[in-house]
């Protein structure tokens, strides 16, 4: 798979009043606390930018998959997600993902990757009842149940996190 490709040529539309549309697929790496997207998520981009009188009107949207680390066990684990984004920028000023309309190529990453992160989801589990780790051993409790006795609680150095809900 080729890396996405984000630049899109705005020369043609940029003096009269007109949309163009364009799609494209490929990967990204982009790595948000407990998640990312590899070389092996394939993002599917389309996109459709339209020329109104002194302003863009872009419309992104992104299907991807990503891979999520379980909050509690912390296996990975693939996700499929779609989102989308709408909004004008007027040409003549500036914005938050840097597109400069005096170029003749807009760079659509900083909005992609935004995209994508507002829909990682951070407390994510690979399973509702996800059993996650054992707090004083570690071991993984969806293949094997702990039965650590009460004492040892108090004398592991991974006692207080015991007291967080993971
Ligand atoms: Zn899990
Ligand atoms: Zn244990």
């Given amino acids: 798979m080729e890396q996405l490709n984000t630049l899109i040529q705005i020369q043609d ?3 009269q009043n007109n949309s163009l549309k364009y799609s494209s697929n490929g990967y990204l790496d982009i790595k948000y606390f407990g998640n990312e997207t590899t070389k092996e998520n394939e993002i599917n981009l389309n996109v459709e930018i339209t020329k109104e009188i002194e302003s863009f009107k ?26 989308s984004f709408d909004r ?12 400069n309309f005096e170029d003749d190529y807009v760079d659509l990453l900083p909005i992609i990757s935004e995209i994508i992160i507002n829909k990682m989801d951070f407390n994510k589990t690979c399973k509702k009842d996800c059993k996650g780790l054992c707090y004083i051993c570690g071991k993984d409790q969806n293949h094997y149940i702990c039965s650590h006795k009460e004492k040892n609680v108090k004398e592991s150095p991974f006692s207080s996190l015991s007291e967080l809900d993971l």
Avoid: G, P, Q, T
Avoid at 61 to 74: A, K, P, T, W
Avoid at 88 to 99: A, G, T, V
């Fill in 88 to 99: 004008s920028f007027y040409e003549f000023s500036n914005n938050d993902y840097d597109i």
């Fill in 13 to 15: 539309i940029k003096y």
């Fill in 58 to 83: 872009f419309n992104v949207m992104v299907n991807f998959s990503y891979i999520n680390e379980c909050s509690r066990c912390l296996n990975r684990v693939s996700n499929k997600d779609k989102a």
